[in-house]
């Protein structure tokens, strides 16, 4: 994977964990909120954290200090 390849990548999965943010405060916002769904997305949320750690340590050169 090339460094342009893991910056597209990084974008896209910004832009998601942005959009699964807004979804899940507009879920909990309103007044019937399902537990099972609010918990689905959040849990897909972290994922996408994790993933985006994982490629930005890719592009970070490991230096010993």
């Known amino acids: 994977m090339t460094t342009e390849d893991i910056m597209r990548r990084l974008e896209i999965l910004r832009v ?7 979804a899940i405060m ?6 019937t909120s399902d537990q099972l769904q609010l918990a ?19 592009l970070v050169p490991d230096i010993i200090a």
Request: proline share 0%.
């Open 16 to 22: 998601e964990h942005r959009d699964l943010d807004s």
């Open 26 to 31: 507009a879920l909990s916002d309103s007044g």
């Open 40 to 58: 689905r997305l959040k849990k897909r949320k972290l994922l996408l954290r994790d993933e985006i750690a994982m490629l930005e340590d890719h």
